[in-house]
């Protein structure tokens, strides 16, 4: 399996456009068909940003309705129907036999999308499409996992660690568990039980980095 973090650009895209000129952040993190569930963070931290998106959502002719479920000084939650008369970015994506893992950050007039796709195949021909279709598409990341997992790299001692880590509260706040008593449960020293969290303490970090330090 291959992962792909793509950055895509589309001119007279409504969300990419409204993006562009308008200081928000929008985090799409639903979709099931033309209706996408969001959540829109104003860039300035006013409430101003919010109001200006949601008019020029309204004035949009790819939009057919917009409902805020949720209104907050710095965000609005929202469903948003929408009626393309191109693919989408998003179908393109699912029509070229790959997905999106959600959330889709959209934010100056890109949309910032993570790719898995089967294959190096599928993934060549989600890239030539994407190309085919909209201004710009650049690869931010890639990664291949011959065993065909997704998100943090984790070995399997690792993942052991970890899950051993959060069942016995060791990340609690206050901890529940030590670092002595988690390395006695796997039957390895303390070192080795040290060592394995933070490997996966940092992969982990390293995925959060890639999908949302942008």
């Not at 949720?70 to 790959?98: N, Y």
């Not at 910032?112 to 085919?132: K, M, T, V, Y």
């Not at 660690?161 to 568990?177: C, E, F, H, V, W």
């Amino acid at each position: 399996m291959i992962e792909a973090k793509l950055e895509i650009t589309a001119e007279g895209y409504y969300s990419c456009d409204i993006t562009r000129k308008i200081p928000v952040r929008v985090i799409l993190v639903s979709i099931n068909g033309p209706l996408g569930f969001g959540i829109i963070e104003s860039l300035t931290g006013k409430e101003k940003p919010l109001l200006d998106y949601v008019k020029e959502l309204k004035k949009s002719d790819s939009i057919v309705e917009i409902r805020v479920t949720h209104r907050a000084e710095d965000q609005v939650w929202t469903e948003v129907t929408h009626k393309l008369k191109q693919k989408s970015i998003h179908e393109t994506i699912l029509e070229s036999r790959c997905m999106s893992r959600l959330p889709i950050i959209i934010e100056a007039g890109k949309q910032i999308h993570h790719l898995l796709a089967p294959d190096q195949e599928a993934f060549h021909l989600a890239f030539e499409n994407l190309r085919s279709r909209f201004s710009g598409v650049r690869v931010r990341s890639i990664r291949r996992s011959p065993s065909g997992s997704y998100g943090p790299n984790l070995t399997e001692k690792q993942f052991d660690a970890l899950k051993i880590a959060m069942i016995n509260g060791y990340y609690d706040i206050p901890r529940k568990s030590e670092i002595k008593q988690l390395a006695k449960m796997l039957n390895i020293k303390r070192v080795a039980m040290q060592e394995r969290l933070r490997r996966a303490e940092r992969a982990i970090m390293r995925q959060f980095a890639d999908d949302y330090l942008h």
